[in-house]
C-alpha cells in the first residue's frame, strides 16, 4: 500500500511539474502585457502630437506608397510606416491595412535591408490593434512582424526587444482565446530572444 502511495505521488508531481512550469511560461508573457501597452500609449502620443502626420506627411513624400516596391526610396519608406501608424491612431483602419500590407509587400521586394524597419512598424500596428480588441488583426500583423524581424536577423537590442515582445503579445493573446498550445509555444519562443 506504501509503495502504491509513494508511486501515485511520483506520477502526480510528474504530471503537475510540467502544467506549472507551462504555467509559469505563460505568466511571463503576461506580465509584459503592461510593457506593449505602454510602448503602444508613448508612441500614439507622440504621433498625435505632430503637425505633419498622416495625409500631410503622405503628400510630402517623393514616392506614393503603390509605387515604393519598385523603388530605391529608403526614406519614404520609414515615412510611410509613420503615416500607416497615423492613420490607425486616427481610427482609419482601412487605410492603415491598405498601407501595412503595401510596405509589407515593398520591405520584401525592395528593401531586404529594411525589414527591421517594417518590422517595426508592423510590431505598432500589431500592438495598436490588440489594445483596441481587434485580436484578428493583431494576430495577423504580429506574425508579419515577427516575419521580418525574423529575416533580418538584426541583433540590435531594440530589434530584438520589438521582437520578443510581439511574441509575448501573441502568447497572452492566444491565451485570452483559450489556444494553450499556442499560447505556451510563443510564450517560449520569447523567452529564448536574446536581448
Not at 510602448?39 to 510630402?60: I, P, V, Y
Not at 498601407?99 to 512598424?121: N, Y
Request: charged share 25%; aromatic share 8%; glycine share 8%.
Amino acid at each position: 500500500m506504501k509503495r502504491l502511495v509513494v508511486t501515485l505521488l511520483v506520477v502526480l508531481i510528474g504530471v503537475a511539474l510540467p502544467s506549472y512550469a507551462e504555467d509559469a511560461v505563460v505568466s511571463e508573457a503576461k506580465e509584459q502585457e503592461m510593457v506593449f501597452k505602454v510602448a503602444h500609449d508613448e508612441l500614439k502620443k507622440t504621433r498625435l502630437a505632430k503637425a505633419g502626420r498622416g495625409d500631410a506627411l503622405a503628400d510630402m513624400l517623393v514616392t506614393p506608397i503603390e509605387k515604393l516596391a519598385g523603388s530605391n526610396d529608403q526614406s519614404s519608406l520609414q515615412n510611410w510606416g509613420n503615416v500607416c501608424l497615423d492613420h490607425l491612431y486616427d481610427g482609419n483602419k482601412e487605410e492603415a491595412i491598405r498601407i501595412a500590407d503595401l510596405l509589407d509587400g515593398a520591405a520584401t521586394k525592395s528593401f531586404p535591408k529594411s525589414q527591421t524597419s517594417v518590422g517595426q512598424v508592423l510590431y505598432y500596428f500589431a500592438i495598436g490593434c490588440y489594445m483596441e480588441g481587434d485580436l484578428k488583426n493583431a494576430e495577423k500583423y504580429g506574425l508579419k512582424s515577427i516575419e521580418k524581424y525574423v529575416a533580418a536577423g538584426s541583433k540590435q537590442r531594440v530589434d530584438q526587444s520589438n521582437l520578443q515582445l510581439c511574441y509575448y503579445m501573441l502568447a497572452v493573446l492566444y491565451d485570452k482565446q483559450g489556444n494553450n498550445e499556442k499560447a505556451l509555444e510563443y510564450a517560449k519562443k520569447g523567452q529564448e530572444v536574446v536581448l
